[in-house]
């Protein structure tokens, strides 16, 4: 049993940055993969980026490749997402997702616990 609770989100003009933080309770944090995952309105959820339990290991969805960043601190129990030159596109809800074991894969029916999301608006 996970809880996850994502902040950071906001408005910010095309270009700007932002950085979400996800914090899970419990003790299992340092062994499972974590993702982010975001949904506009009319869309299927989107992988954005995942991160194995040791944070050696990333996959970024080519569309922010070179532009996000993810990191996590174990010992906060904590994951990010620094997000960069952003774009309107990016406009979505941003869902912190937890697997209970394997890597941090694209599909999102791989992941057991999910945040409540946080909304990432971007201007032009």
């Known amino acids: 049993q996970v809880q996850l609770v994502e902040s950071g989100g906001g408005l910010v003009q095309a270009g700007g940055s932002l950085r979400l933080s996800c914090v899970a309770s419990g003790r299992t944090f340092s062994r499972r993969a974590m993702g982010w995952f975001r949904q506009a309105p009319g869309k299927e959820r989107e992988f954005v980026v995942a991160?194995?339990?040791?944070?050696?290991?990333?996959n970024y969805a080519d569309s922010v490749k070179g532009r996000f960043t993810i990191s996590r601190d174990n010992a906060k129990n904590t994951v990010y997402l620094q997000m960069g030159s952003l774009k309107p596109e990016d406009t979505a809800v941003y869902y912190c997702a937890a697997r209970t074991t394997g890597y941090g894969t694209r599909w999102y029916g791989d992941y057991d616990y999910w945040g409540q999301g946080t909304q990432v608006t971007v201007s032009s």
């Open positions: 991160i194995s339990s040791n944070g050696g290991i990333t």
